[in-house]
Structures are given as structure tokens and as C-alpha cells.
């Protein structure tokens, strides 16, 4: 059983290529996907037909998994590790994939095709395509065997390999762990903070304290708190907490294909029209 929460934190559980189970929402409107995918309303059924959407383009849980894909958004966690990766900031990332678990690759075409569609994934079945799916693309797989999601223990991996590298994160803890794994292991873990909606007041201020980039979701405890050096985005945006942040930021700038406005102001902005509803 495959469990993903999209859409406001909508849980919906999928077996053998269908949607056997959909939760509730946390929110009832966001504006990436209103803009993306024409959503005006999230409801169980909206998430139930955005989940079979993802199966059905890009193979999502089955092994038909799209591993290589174009720009989702301009500015998202895995773009910003994609760049990241290929212009040398860091040399690798752990994330996570359906049908895989916990993933760690220096491939920053990998890094997008896996994570531009994931939203929070909770637990995953291996899929043995998608396994050889990243291995051919030079990708090492925590667990084959259980496709278990472990980033702490993805970044134990990364760190016998890499010297600097990102890792996605869902809460304080794990965050707080990869910091004291940095100080055992004497690398340099790029922390992105994802998948964030609904995260409580004590863990949105733990989490700023241990980030380097988080998102925004549709969280309001993370818009209170946040004092980022760096914004992208208004809507969904991203922060860039710390100076490395704020440079891996800016380096996606770079390969934005539209025009971008750089101006200096207290951040962060954030329109009331533009936020989720309601905030979380």
C-alpha cells in the first residue's frame, strides 16, 4: 500500500495503480495548483483525481515512473536541488521517490524527475522498474528491499560519499538530527524543509533554527515566524534562511526563463489574495 498527502494534506492511499482511499483536507484552496491544474476548490475528490493524474502522466506508483522531467514551478524544492547540484553547490541530495523510498544521487536530472511531482510522501511498495529506473541513473536506494523512508539514514549514506549535500525534510527532529550528524560526520548538509502544512507552532520554530531553505506551504506558523535573508515566490514561496541558502536561491534565479524582479525590502511579503486557504 502506497500513501501520499497532497493537495492540503489530503492522505490517499493507492493500491495496484488505483486510489483505494482519500482523507480529508486541511485546506480548501491553493493557488499553485488553481493556476497549474485549474483546481478552484480542494475537496477528497479533487485530491483522488489529482493522485490518478500523476499516475497516469508520469506513472507515479506504478512501473511506468517518469525518472526525468521538465521545470514543475520556477522556484521548488527540487528545482532549487537541481541547480544546486549541477552548478556545484552541493555535490548530491537525499529525497525520496515513490515505488523507491529514501534516494541518494548526484544526478540533478534524477533529483527533478523524482521529486517535481512528489508532494508528502508518507510510505511507499518498491517497485522493482523504478528501482532499476534509478540505478541505471546513478542512484543508490536506501532499502530496495522495504522502500522504507529514512532520511537520517540516507544522509549516514550521502555522507560516506559526498562532502556537501541537501537533504529534504518534513519536520524539526529529523532536521535537528542531520545537524548533529553534520558535527559527527564533519560534512555539510543543505537542509530543505518540505511538505510543511499543518506543522505546529514548536516545530515551525525548531525547524527555522535548523533549515537552510524551508517552504511555505500553507502554513501559518511558518509565515509568522520566518525571517528569511532571501524570498521566492508570494504564494507557495520558498526561504532561504542561511547564507548558503540564500546562495542556492539565487542560483536558480539564474535559470529561471522569465523575468525576475530582485529588489530589497523586509521580508517576508506574502498578498493576502495570493495565500492557501486557510492557512494551517
Known amino acids: 500500500m502506497d500513501e501520499m498527502e497532497l493537495l492540503g494534506r489530503t492522505r490517499v492511499r493507492v493500491k495496484d495503480g488505483r486510489v483505494v482511499e482519500t482523507g480529508e483536507p486541511l485546506i480548501r484552496w491553493c493557488p499553485l495548483f488553481d493556476k497549474v491544474r ?23 506508483f506504478t512501473p511506468k515512473r517518469k525518472l526525468e ?10 528545482e532549487a536541488m537541481m541547480t544546486a547540484c549541477s552548478r ?7 529525497t525520496v521517490c515513490d515505488g523507491a523510498g529514501t534516494v541518494i544521487t548526484a544526478n540533478p536530472k534524477l533529483i527533478q524527475g ?17 528501482l532499476a529506473g534509478i540505478a541505471e541513473r546513478g542512484g ?22 559526498y562532502s556537501r549535500f541537501a537533504v529534504t525534510v518534513a519536520d524539526a527532529e529529523t532536521a535537528e538530527q542531520l545537524r548533529e550528524l553534520e558535527e559527527e560526520r564533519n560534512v555539510r548538509i543543505l537542509i530543505v524543509g518540505v511538505h510543511l502544512t499543518g506543522i505546529g507552532e514548536d516545530g515551525a520554530r525548531r525547524l527555522l533554527a535548523s533549515a537552510d531553505i524551508v517552504t511555505g506551504c500553507a502554513s501559518r506558523f511558518i509565515r509568522e515566524q520566518v525571517r528569511p535573508l532571501v524570498q521566492v515566490g508570494t504564494a507557495v514561496p520558498l526561504f532561504g ?24 525590502m523586509p521580508l517576508p511579503v506574502l498578498p493576502e489574495s495570493k495565500q492557501p486557504r486557510p492557512l494551517v
Open 38 to 60: 485549474g483546481i478552484k476548490e480542494i475537496t477528497p475528490e479533487a485530491a483522488a483525481a489529482n493522485m490518478e493524474f500523476r499516475m497516469k502522466e508520469h506513472g507515479m
Open 114 to 130: 523524482m521529486g517535481g511531482w512528489i508532494s508528502g510522501l508518507v510510505s511507499t511498495d518498491p517497485v522493482p522498474e523504478v
Open 241 to 264: 534562511l542561511t547564507e548558503w541558502g540564500k546562495e542556492v536561491l539565487v542560483e536558480r534565479a539564474k535559470e529561471v526563463d522569465r523575468p525576475i524582479l530582485i529588489n530589497t
Open 69 to 78: 522531467m521538465g521545470v514543475f514551478v520556477g522556484f521548488g524544492a527540487s
Open 88 to 94: 556545484g553547490l552541493i555535490d548530491g541530495a537525499v
Open 140 to 161: 543508490i536506494v536506501l532499502d530496495p528491499q522495504a522502500g522504507r523512508i529514512d532520511q537520517v539514514a540516507g544522509a549516514r549514506v550521502a555522507a560516506d560519499i
